[in-house]
Structures are given as structure tokens and as C-alpha cells.
């Protein structure tokens, strides 16, 4: 902890928001930790149905989850940046898979319900994927504009506590599609979080049946389940 740190912490109170150190933003720790995260394929057992081929930034353990949550229902916009980069790592990952050199794509953000949206402040996937495009875009990638093109309706029950299942059910008939995406570009779906691959079954299975079926999906950390490893060879067959 610097002296300024300190004296930051004495009058204001702030804290790293991944360690809780005394500090004025992300300690240099956590945001080590958060950097070192390995990008991966993420496999579901069982598997939804419409589950797209998804890579994640990193695993949701450690100082991962204190950060998602702390942007997302604390709005600490500041920790944009950070979480975008995990985006990032595992879009360059998913394209490099898909070998799809030259395709035009725009990003598909998982929606919140409109109450969970008032309720934040904050529609954070989509302040998210808007990060992820306009690095991408800044990078020479061909990335388009992003569009609200998913909706949830109201009424999905809370998903805490639901076997995979009845969550696929659960989510299945509250997600769907409001608007086209950007013309001549296909979909790639993106989330904070993935569980049991639910959420991203359910959105692919909307643009699917709006004849826009997505390449796949990238979310900043994936919880740690079984999985293949991004080096293996056979994974991009695996976890559709
Ligand atoms: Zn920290």
C-alpha cells in the first residue's frame, strides 16, 4: 500500500473492489490475477440444446466474481476496461477456431429483464459488448455496431437454485428477438457469466429461429466445470 493509498483509504474509505486493500481503484494483485486467466472452451454436461460453441475469458473463481458483480450491480463502470480485455481474449479465440477470416460480425449482448436494468442503472452486457466493438473496430476487426437485438420478458423465475434442466425451460421461452442485427453480419452472442450454458441456448435458439443463426459466443468468465482445453484440437467439435 503506497502512503497515498493509505491516506485515500483514511478519507475516503475506498477499496480495491476485487481484495477489499485500502487503494484507489483495482489493486495491482487482483488485476494481475484477473490478466493471468487462461482463455477456454466452455463445455456444459449436460449440454442445452442450441448451446453455440462458446469461449471464455477466464474461470469464474478466485477475484473474478468480486469484479463481474461489483461492475454489474455496483456499477464500477471503472472496471470496463478489464473485464472487456477477458472479451477480448476469448473473441480472438473463438474467430481464430472458427477460421473464418473476412466475415463481418456484430455482437448480440444477453439481455437483463428491463427491472433488472432499472434496478442497476445499467444495461452492463450491452455497455460491455459496446467496449468489445469499439476495441475491436480500433484494431482493424470487422465488427459492426451494436444492437439491442434480444429481449427478456418478464416472468423468468430467479435462476438460483435450478438443476440445468429446469433452467433450459426456465429461460427458453423468455428470450426473444426485438430487432434484426446490422445487415450481411452474423451474430456472435456475448454474457458476463455462463453457468449452464442456459442463457446463451436460449438467445441462440431466438436468432436461430429469426433465420439468423449465431457463430458462437464469448462471456467473461465461465463457471468451472468440465472442460477442453483451448489447445485441444477436438474442441471446437465438442461443445456445441
Ligand atoms: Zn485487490
Known sequence: MTVVDAATDLFLGSRCPGCERPGRSLCHVCRTEVMAGHVRFVGRDPSPPHMPLTVAGGDYVGVLPRLISGFKDESLTGLTGLLADRLLRALACLLAALGRPGERFHLVPIPSTAAA????????????????????????????????????????????GLDAVARWANKFDHVEVRRSGPARSVPILLDDVTTTGASLAAAARALEGADTPVLGAVVVAATVRRHLPASSPAAGAGPR
Not at 436494468?117 to 459488448?129: F, I, N, P, Q
Open 117 to 160: 436494468v432499472r434496478k442497476r442503472g445499467m444495461d452492463h452486457t450491452h455497455v460491455l459488448a459496446r467496449a468489445v466493438a469499439q476495441r475491436t473496430r480500433r484494431d482493424g476487426g470487422l465488427v459492426l455496431p451494436v444492437r439491442r437485438v434480444l429481449r427478456t420478458r418478464g416472468g423468468v423465475a430467479d435462476q438460483v
